[in-house]
């Protein structure tokens, strides 16, 4: 299954038709099954997609949105995504969505595991996933440095615990088989940095955690890519 890289030279360019397909793609779940189910991740990169999708009119009772990972922090922290997606996400029309936290009042994420793996549960398919891109190849929360990548990478539960040595914060992420369990995933990445690991990334012997969504047969990959002009 060949990856689609759409490239643009503005990221406004990007957001205009990036917006679009999500929400034909959202409206068709809902029309198509009674409910979509959107998977986002944190960061800075998608806040202008985050506000643009926002203000659109969308059968948004009809639609829950997870994270694909959350930092072991408060939601009422800075650095928390849950934050980020109610700050910039679930405003305006998007307020009516269903948001389902990854966090829990344990203080540790490992503890929380199984209570997170519960509240996922019964969750059907995903319908759209929307993952950012580190520049040393992390995914999610899956970074190549922590010791609970293996099993991230290979256990049937929907989350895994995760400790970077690299970043800061223990994390809770979607795992690598959870995530694939979805009917289209997309990438969202800006800048020649993150251009040059993606074309690492892509090659066949490459072993990054994000060339396993890159390389897989099981899910269509799309990659949005904002690249300014030289």
């Known amino acids: 299954m060949t990856v689609a890289v759409k490239k643009f030279h503005h990221d406004s360019d990007l957001i205009d038709q990036f917006s679009r397909q999500l929400c034909r793609e959202l409206e068709h779940a809902v029309a198509e099954r009674g409910h979509a189910y959107l998977v986002v991740s944190g960061g800075r990169t998608p806040v202008p997609l985050f506000e643009r999708l926002s203000k659109q009119v969308l059968p948004w009772p009809q639609i829950t949105i997870v994270l694909a990972d959350e930092r072991w922090l408060p939601a009422t922290d800075a650095q928390s995504n849950e934050r980020l997606v109610r700050q910039h996400l679930l405003q305006h ?15 540790d994420a490992h503890q929380a595991v199984t209570a997170v793996n519960q509240r996922l ?5 995903f319908d759209v996933v929307i993952l950012g ?26 989350v895994a615990a995760v400790t970077p040595t690299t970043a800061p914060h ?9 995530l694939l369990d979805s009917r289209h995933i997309y990438f969202h990445l800006s800048g020649t940095n993150k251009a040059a690991v993606l074309e690492q990334a892509m090659q066949p012997e490459a072993d990054f955690p994000v060339s396993r969504f890159l390389q897989q047969q099981q899910v269509p990959v799309e990659v949005m890519l904002a690249v300014p002009e030289e």
């Open 170 to 178: 223990q994390r809770m992420s979607l795992s690598l088989a959870r």
């Open 121 to 125: 549960a019964d969750l059907p398919r």
């Open 93 to 107: 029309q998007a307020a009516a969505a269903n948001f389902i936290s990854l966090l829990t009042d344990a203080s």
């Open 133 to 158: 891109m580190g520049e040393d190849g992390h995914t999610a929360s899956l970074f190549p440095c922590s010791a609970e990548l293996a099993h991230a990478l290979s256990t049937a539960d929907s």
